[in-house]
């Protein structure tokens, strides 16, 4: 019964330690490196949420691009809203620094 307590007690103590790495790995990563992102509606059509559907495309969201200022044209690049910090809006470049709109 002593041996049962004190495994359990070792599980608890590895679990705690784990998390308190896993956690501040996990929130550097999405912050820095990638992270997870749904689009929903029609704006992207038809590269993604093909035919209207009501289910939302997931992507997946390069930082590194970004922090380099590597943003190419055709690219789809996500924007924080104004009005809203926790909506994302996600947008196609059309246009680079430089380009001349008619």
Known sequence: MAQAQGLGKRYI???FKGFFVAVPVTVTFLDRVACVARVEGASMQPSLNPGGRKASDVVLLNHWSIRNYDVQRGDIVSLVSPRNPEQKIIKRVIA??????K
């Open 13 to 15: 103590k590895a679990f």
């Open 96 to 101: 680079l620094e430089g380009d001349i709109i």
